[in-house]
């Protein structure tokens, strides 16, 4: 009856259009004061024991490190490079914009960053080439939401500060299913571009790409600084965030030269911002997770699940459902916080790994980004193009048919998840 009338709340709150942080406190706050009896120094205390984990301080330098990037101009040496090695085939600059997605996404850590970077220079670029608006826009909406699937992932510290879980065998685990769908992601606009006759690049020689790889070394570098450094034990996640962010302000001040000493402040104040909302989001989650636990909510969910005689299959299809339905009117960084605490209870007691059930959530996570109403992808996408939101959900369809497919393949194929992880030592 409590979970019933905990989560009546919050749905109600959101429906007004109120934030879904607000939400959730004013659902704590609502529960606290009128139906249960937890003394509020236990609260307060959960409040601040929830919020001090190390690993939260990778969120502000990830996002710092993305917004030096972003304004830094790695996206267009990535671009360069993509359209040199891809190119020459169909639909040549749609490709190159997969490849520069998944590219960006490993040293960004956002999909709306990625979207926003690679987007913003390369969806004119492919109007003005002969592609149809369409085309562009639902290539770079869907690939940009990569970003939180290759690693480093804002989304994936999320589910570790939810469940425990290690982020550095998350971050690992998204490498080999972020390849996997940025594959998938080509071949659909490969397909269709060849289909509708999209023109095609002159191909690059071999001197052009050793230039535009060379001037696109130092921010590819960054995947090495951060994955080499934890898989080498040189650093934790959290200390490699820091690194990243030192080396981003370096690269995008001093080598690359984007950016300017005076533009640094406004970046600060940005990252600030983004850090401070997803923050607060955190600790509303922090004391909703605590009511859940305090009332015996997962509990008595995965008892129900069992009694119900679940099996692996039709929980994991009831989770996927779920997520889907959450991400038509919420962001991915509140799905996981709310959600994560409710469903790894359940899976833990199916035997469902650990890591394999949170990229399996990340790739929800992806698919609510591009999908109406509130999939970020398209707002951003749709600010790049001043399409309606309507218009880009029928230009992004063929390519969220692709993302469904590869939903059903990672969940049902652990494997593709947690081998590399497992191969490396890591669990």
């Not at 749609?94 to 220079?121: D, E, K």
């Not at 594959?183 to 269709?192: K, P």
Request: aromatic content about 10%; overall charge positive.
């Amino acid at each position: 009856m409590s979970s019933i009338v905990l989560f009546s709340i919050l749905l109600a709150l959101m429906l007004t259009g109120m934030p879904i942080s607000i939400s959730l406190g004013l659902t704590v706050l609502t529960f606290l004061f009128t139906m249960t009896q937890v003394p509020l120094e236990s609260v307060a205390l959960k409040l601040f024991s929830g919020i001090e984990k190390f690993e939260i301080m990778a969120i502000p330098f990830f996002i710092l490190a993305g917004n030096f990037l972003t304004h830094g101009g790695v996206a267009r040496r990535m671009i360069n490079f993509a359209t040199s090695m891809v190119g020459h085939w169909h639909g040549g600059l749609a490709l190159s914009g997969v490849l520069a997605c998944a590219l960006f996404a490993a040293v960004s850590g956002s999909s709306p960053a990625t979207v926003v970077a690679i987007g913003s220079i390369l969806i004119p670029g492919m109007v003005k080439a002969g592609f149809p608006m369409k085309f562009g826009a639902g290539v770079i909406a869907t690939s940009g939401a990569l970003g939180i699937l290759i690693p480093p992932s804002i989304v994936m510290v999320m589910y570790s500060i939810a469940t425990n879980t290690s982020v550095g065998a998350l971050f690992m685990a998204g490498v080999i299913p972020g390849i996997f769908m940025a594959s998938m992601l080509g071949g659909t606009t490969w397909y269709r571009a060849k289909k509708n006759n999209y023109p095609r690049q002159p191909k690059a020689s071999w001197a052009v790409r050793l230039k535009t790889f060379r001037e696109s070394i130092w921010g590819l570098m960054l995947i090495i600084v951060v994955m080499g450094g934890i898989y080498s034990g040189i650093f934790t996640p959290t200390e490699a965030a820091a690194m990243s962010a030192v080396y981003s302000f370096f690269v995008a001040v001093f080598i690359y030269k984007d950016l300017t000493l005076k533009s640094v402040p406004k970046v600060l104040l940005n990252s600030a911002n983004m850090s401070a909302m997803l923050l607060y989001i955190i600790t509303n989650a922090v004391m909703f997770s605590f009511i859940l636990a305090n009332e015996n909510i997962p509990q008595e969910l995965t008892n129900w699940i069992l009694d119900m005689g679940f099996g692996t299959i039709a929980f994991l299809l009831a989770v996927n459902v779920l997520l889907l339905m959450a991400g038509n009117f919420m962001e991915p960084s509140s799905i996981m916080l709310i959600f994560a605490p409710i469903i790894f209870p359940v899976a833990m007691k199916l035997g469902i790994d650990p890591v394999h059930l949170g990229i399996l959530m990340v790739v929800n996570m992806e698919v609510g980004m591009c999908h109406p109403p509130v999939g970020l992808n398209l707002y951003v996408a749709s600010g790049l193009t001043k399409m309606g939101i309507t218009e880009l959900t029928v230009a992004v369809w063929p390519w969220l048919l692709t993302m469904l497919v590869f939903l059903v393949i990672v969940t049902y194929w652990p494997t593709l998840s947690i081998w590399l992880p497992r191969a490396l030592g890591m669990m």
